[in-house]
């Protein structure tokens, strides 16, 4: 059921869909747009003072839906990002099945198909993690060593939220796509990680141990923010 939220700044659409099992209202903005689940049994007037409340994040996640960058597109020419530097994918016509290679800042992708983006991608994707767990085991046991624990096991990870994380067990897993961040990103959230075998938690002696190993640890944590959706292309 199609409905029109009204603001002051104007109207907003929204599907209404009314479910006998609910007992709450529910907000959902992807694709489509804003979808507001409620109970079947609900006075509508509180239905539209929720609304009114949330009005400012509907605005502002539906602004981010809007504005979000395009996916990347698997051709020849394409710009992707190692360790913050910018690489041009380099598309070439092979009888043979090739790995990718770096070959100064052109990331040559090799086969038999070149129109092939679904190859392409999960090439250049697999090219990506096998360089990430290499740069992130050799930095985890640097800072492992500064910060006077043992060398943890370091996986790859690839969460849709975190960008890493750290178990009970001591175990590092890193989004393989913080790769294409510049070093002192990846710097940054091995540290994150890192210190979690110190305190597991957030408290204030948790992130004086992220100080300790990445002393601008604030300033790389609100970059990261900011290219998070950008890393998420690839």
Known sequence: ?????????????????ISAKRRTIGLRIDDHGLTVHIPKRIHWPHVE??????????????SERENRPEPVTWQDGTTLFYLGEPIVLSLRQDARNRQPVLDGESL?????DITNTAVIQRKVSQWFAKHAIEDFRRRVELLAAKLGVPMPSVFLSNAKTRWGSCNSRGEIRLHWRLIQAPP??????????????KEMNHSPKFWAWVEKLCPEYAKSRNELKAMSADLHLV
Do not use: D, F, R
Not at 7 to 16: D, E
Not at 108 to 112: K, N, R, S
């Open 184 to 197: 002192h990103i990846i710097q940054y959230v091995v540290a994150h990680e890192l210190a979690h075998l």
């Open 49 to 62: 003072q929720l609304l009114l409340e949330k009005s400012a994040w509907i605005i502002e996640k539906l």
């Open 1 to 17: 059921m199609q409905q029109l939220l009204k603001l002051p700044s104007g109207t907003i659409p929204y599907t209404l869909k």
């Open 108 to 112: 040559v992708v090799a086969q038999p």
